[in-house]
């Protein structure tokens, strides 16, 4: 049974930051594929970031310089380090685990039950 738990949302200024964590069960993140989406009212899900088996990862252009993905093996946890936040970035955002490399495709197996991010 896979389960993926976010936390780190909040609501914070524009310009700030924060750090969502996803901690993977039944999932091994060194072995697999995970990436963080978001979804914001009326809008389509997107991805975000995405990260490979050999650390590689892969960004949406809208939040390049500004996200950072990362995992730690040790601790199975996928992260998303947020900076200058804009009021854009606000949505729910979601981890998403696999076993193939999807990237930014919407097609991921596995997902968590999202963490709210407001950016005001």
């Known amino acids: 049974h896979v389960q993926l738990v976010e936390s780190g949302g909040g609501t914070v200024q524009a310009g700030g930051s924060l750090r969502l964590s996803c901690l993977a069960s039944g999932f091994t993140a060194s072995a697999g594929y995970m990436a963080w989406f978001r979804q914001a009212p009326g809008k389509e899900r997107e991805g975000v970031a995405a990260?490979?088996?050999?650390?590689?990862?892969t960004y949406t252009y809208s939040v390049q310089g500004r996200f950072t993905i990362s995992k730690d093996n040790v601790k199975n946890t996928l992260y998303l380090q947020m900076n200058s936040l804009k009021p854009e970035d606000t949505a729910i955002y979601y981890c998403a685990a696999d076993s193939v490399n999807l990237q930014l495709s919407r097609s991921y197996t596995y997902w968590g039950q999202g963490t709210q991010v407001t950016v005001s």
């Open positions: 990260i490979d088996n050999a650390c590689a990862a």
